[in-house]
């Protein structure tokens, strides 16, 4: 007995010794970035693990770099100014802002077909199931030409309605460079409304019946029966679409190139250019961008991990 | 599937339910599901479905986006007799070989020894993952610092070693005619291997995907019946045993899975690359073309180049090759789904 738990206490170590190893290596990156962006640039430069001096300046320094050396002000009179002037903020705020919008979309479009499908008796309902589930094999590649034709192509409907009331004399604006083409073409996802068509499934038709029977109509069960269920489905979705707009990068290169309409990785992007050979400057600039999603991550970390394996499992 | 979702009245005639339901011969039709389905059914319509035959009649014309010419095939034939497309499926190719089997062997073991009833399970999955999470950008920058050829850390490892230092993302010789070099051993051109920027590049997305096929792996574990690894103790079977006898056959729809996912992903490889060129300051696809890939040289056609026929071309060409892949998937879990 004595032997078989020794050896087993050995395996153990030996286990977490490899793991803790791998981990180390996982997480090395992280640090050293952490490290760096406190560095000077002579001491980033040369050999040492640790900052000599803890430089926080390198921070506001980075900030002011992204800005092409202007410095932030912010102007008590007009507060969302700043917005137009602090070009890190702007980045973030448009990141922010696409992903709360996008993931809105993806979470309304996809709870309303995925009820249909999953509850609802339509003729052709698995015919177009299947044509959803057919485009889950068209690369991203192929549709990117055409749709950066459409964005050229599709008008702004405030700039069109001006034009037709002749309010404006710019004409009619394209999709290049606003919000309506980082948002519109992402807002149902096949992904979501399959995720959410398998667990509206799982709801136990006993529930359905008796809702029906005391004559609630479908959208009201669906509000307040179905979806206070569903709140896993729901944070899987939301979370996956967000952290893919969040990490976006060939789309938003292609469809904007105004410095104010940028989300954060195209922003990050253009500052790698704009940092030169500052490395302790690039290390701050990228620390900033990944402390938000390192800390929801940390928050919600169980979420992620089991949406991405349960969206694995599923295919 | 359908039966599913019909009311139980009729699957159960005799039950209690049918006594205390009004009886319904057929199924309603809900009209208003149309109005349910319609939002989704509009974008991925308009963004999806409607690109594919555009996208088909774009890669015959020529000129840029307000002034195509009809061309036929020609942007066809311009691809594929371009030097650049077939290196550029060359290093397509390359990258595959170079992350796909790596990121898969090492998720399984980390995945196995995980499965092992470890204490911090969680903690450990948790920074396993953390790389997947984190921005290209971001985790480039950084990794491009590391193999940054003056100060990197890169070089620093390689001294302790007593390998001279290396220019890695700015390097575009192969990696076995380096490897050559330093043991004087003279490797023929066709045996150059992949350019050491390349090899960087894998790298950073190997220690990036893991994460992913950790998790992956884990949950195809968790899907094993631990009753089956009782019973082979019970018969004697020892640790690797048990590994080769009912893990891994039993594993391999995951297995499969995350080998058609991980090559789907690879044969688009493009945010790596991109960022990994840009924090290098190298031309996109640089150093000498060696890591273009056939999204970056998709993306120059239509970015550096304007040629939007083109691109669409080459997206078509590689959707070809992506399709292919996935129909054996589907194929393949059609199958398999019938057993499970």
Redesign the interface.
Known sequence: MNRDRLKRQT??LL??A??IF??V???F??V??VL?SFKSYND????GFTPREWLWSNYPEAIVTMNGSVPCQFDAGNPLAILNQCLLLRYFVNTIFVGIVVVL?VL???V??G?????????G??L?FV??IA?L??????????????M?WFPTPESWIATALGLSREGVQNWINTYYALI??F??S?FS?FLFRQFF?GIP?ELF?AAL?DGAK?SRFLWSVVLPLSKPALVTSALLTF?GT??A??WP??VTNAPQMRP??VG??QF??EAGTQ?QL??A??TM??IP??IL??IL??W??EG???A??R? | ??T?????VISHPGSV?AVT?PPRTR????????L??L??????F???????G??IW?SMQSGA??RFQFVGLDNYVRALNAPEFWSSLQTTVFYTLGTVPFTMALGLG?AY??F?K??GR?I????????????????A???A??F?P??G?AN?VLALFGVSAQQWLIEPTGVFKLIGEGMRVPVPGWAEGPSLALVAIMIFAV?QA???SI??F???LG?INAELYEAARIDGANGSQLFRHITLPLLAP?TF??LV?SL?YSL?A??HI??MN??AAQQLGGPLGTTRTL?IF??QA??EQNR?GY??AI??L??LM??AL?LVQFKY?GRSGENA
């Open positions: 395996t153990n286990i977490h490899i793991l791998g981990a290596i996982v997480l990156p992280f050293w970035m760096g980033a430069t040369t050999s979309g309304t479009t996809g309303l077909a009820y249909a499908f999953a509850r609802l008796n339509f003729p309902r698995n177009l044509i959803l485009t094999m068209i690369p991203f590649e192929l549709t990117l030409v055409p749709n950066f034709v459409f050229t519109v073409p807002t149902a096949v409304i499934r038709n019946d029977l479908h952290l969040w990490n990068l060939m290169l292609l954060i990785q990050l992007t790698i250019g490395v690039l290390m600039g990228a961008t990944v999603i390192m991550y940390l970390q169980r992620f991990v991405i394996s349960s694995g499992i295919g | 599937m359908a599913q979702d019909q009311p139980r339910t339901t199924p309603r039709v809900q009209w208003f599901a149309y349910y389905i939002p989704a059914f509009l974008i991925i308009v963004f999806h479905i409607l690109p594919v555009y996208a774009i986006v307000r980390i020894l995980l092992q470890i204490r969680g450990y999955r948790a920074i396993y993952f953390m790389p997947y999470i984190i921005s290209t950008v971001a985790s920058i950084v990794w610092w590391v940054d003056r100060t850390l620093q220690w893991l994460g992913f998790v992956i884990l949950a195809g899907n995951t899975f995350l996912i789907i688009q493009f945010n991109f960022a840009q924090s999204s998709m993306f239509l970015y939007a691109a669409s997206a078509v590689l959707s992506i399709l996935t879990f």
